[in-house]
């Protein structure tokens, strides 16, 4: 199984950036789909990104546009590069770890423990 941690969370300005690190150990971590997933007090976890083994990428119309996810395998690494941040991308952000390269939460099997962020209107 593999274990997930997630960093580079905090506070920022609306119209801000940051960069969450999820590092991950594993075995065959190339061969997992990467996402992350986020969830605001009083909300469901909402998708937010995926990279899937073969690199493709996919994002929630929400984030489209502002936030890219990027992997690096031989570090066992994945990012989430967060850009023009509004108060609502505020949250607990996960990174997950799962078989297929599709956006719901059930088909991720490994989970790490979150990193807040915090975005300021």
């Known amino acids: 199984q593999v274990q997930l941690v997630e960093s580079g969370g905090g506070l920022v300005q609306a119209g801000g950036s940051l960069r969450l690190t999820c590092a991950a150990t594993?075995?065959?971590?190339?061969?997992?789909?990467m996402a992350w997933f986020r969830q605001a007090p009083g909300k469901e976890r909402e998708f937010v990104a995926l990279a899937g083994w073969n690199g493709g990428t996919y994002y929630a119309e929400s984030v489209q546009g502002r936030f890219t996810i990027s992997r690096d395998n031989a570090k066992n690494f994945v990012y989430l590069q967060m850009n023009s941040l509004v108060p609502e991308d505020t949250g607990v952000y996960y990174c997950?770890?799962?078989?297929?390269?599709?956006?719901?939460?059930?088909?991720?099997?490994?989970w790490g423990q979150g990193t807040q962020v915090t975005v300021s209107s």
């Open positions: 997950a770890a799962g078989a297929a390269t599709v956006p719901t939460a059930q088909h991720y099997h490994s």
């Open positions: 594993a075995r065959a971590f190339s061969n997992y789909a």
